[in-house]
Structures are given as structure tokens and as C-alpha cells.
């Protein structure tokens, strides 16, 4: 293998390290959830990609074929990463926030997320027979 590659994979490597050890720290020491839910999915993503670039880049140059596995995972992992990211925020906000503790809309209509009249599938609704949440 050449020099040059085995040095850009070293270097793709410490990347990915740094990046997952930036992202764990920031797991463990941010305060709120928003904040540590910042903190793992752009530095893991990151970590993880370079990971991924690197093996495609050693098979490349080592074994001389193309692995379109890590190409494939590499995909699905910036495909989800930002949904579930999101999915996760939303449910955030809809279990710590009300809509009169959020800044007002600018076009001057309500929170999407709050506008509906009728809960969301799988919200209870309170009965005389159970307390509400």
C-alpha cells in the first residue's frame, strides 16, 4: 500500500476518534436534553463517516476493489441521523414546553406541532375514571 494512503487513513481515523470522543464528552457534560442531543448526532456522524472513508479508501488502495458496503451504510447513516434527531426534539418539546412558553411564530400563526385540536395518536385523553398526566 502507498504511503500517502496509509497516512490518509491514519489520519481519517484520529478524525473519526476525536470526533466520537467530542461527541460522548458533550453527551455526558451538556445540561439539557436539546444540548446533548446536539452533541452525538453531528460529532458521531462526523466520527462515523470518517471511519466508513477510511475502510473504502484501505480497500481501494490495499485490496484494489470497491466496497460498496460502507458506501451503503455511510448513506443510510446521514439519511437517519437527522430524523431521528428530529423525531427525538420533537417529542422534546411536546412533553417540556407548552405553546405559551415558546417564542411566538413569525407569520403569526400557532406551532405547527400544537395547532391540532385533537391529541396526537396514542395521547390519552383523561376519563372520570383516570387521572390525567
Do not use: C, N
Request: hydrophobic residues 50%; glycine residues 6%.
Amino acid at each position: 500500500m502507498a504511503l500517502w494512503a496509509e497516512i490518509t487513513i491514519s489520519l481519517l481515523l484520529v478524525i473519526a476518534g476525536f470526533f466520537g470522543f467530542v461527541g460522548s464528552f458533550g453527551l455526558i457534560r451538556l445540561k439539557d436534553a436539546m444540548s446533548r442531543l446536539h452533541a452525538p448526532t453531528k460529532a458521531t456522524t462526523l466520527g462515523v463517516g470518517s471511519v466508513l472513508i477510511a475502510s473504502m479508501l484501505y480497500f481501494v488502495t490495499a485490496q484494489g476493489q470497491i466496497s460498496a458496503h460502507e458506501l451503503m451504510i455511510s448513506l443510510f447513516l446521514f439519511l437517519t441521523a437527522p430524523i431521528v434527531a428530529h423525531f427525538i426534539a420533537k417529542v422534546h418539546v411536546h412533553l417540556h414546553e407548552r405553546p405559551k412558553s415558546l417564542p411566538e411564530p413569525s407569520v403569526g400563526t400557532d406551532w405547527a406541532s400544537f395547532a391540532a385540536k385533537t391529541p396526537a395518536r396514542g395521547v390519552r385523553r383523561a376519563t372520570p375514571d383516570t387521572p390525567a398526566d
